[in-house]
């Protein structure tokens, strides 16, 4: 079961395009949910720069992930597995 749930999010990350990567990339590194271990401020860094070069909606105002509702989801999935595994 766990597995299954696994290998959805995997394919469901796969199955974005590059934008919305990046905003979940962006946003696993803002979050202590997470679970990351490595330099998140660096990270963020790197992904904020390479989705201004790529969407410039995103270059141009302040975003609202949240309406990003496959990104949010994706975050959701990823907070559950990391609480499951506590």
Not at 19 to 27: E, G, M, N, S, V
Request: hydrophobic share 40%.
């Amino acid at each position: 079961m766990e597995n299954e749930k696994v290998e959805y999010l995997i394919n469901m990350i796969n199955d974005m395009d590059i934008k919305d990567k990046l905003r979940l990339a962006i946003c696993m590194s803002q979050s202590r949910w997470s679970g990351l271990i490595y330099n998140t401020r660096e990270n963020y860094e790197k992904f904020d720069k390479m989705l201004k070069d790529v969407d410039e909606e995103y270059r141009t105002t302040l975003i609202n992930f949240a309406k990003y509702k496959l990104v949010m989801f994706a975050m959701a999935k990823l907070m559950e597995m990391e609480s499951s595994r506590g």
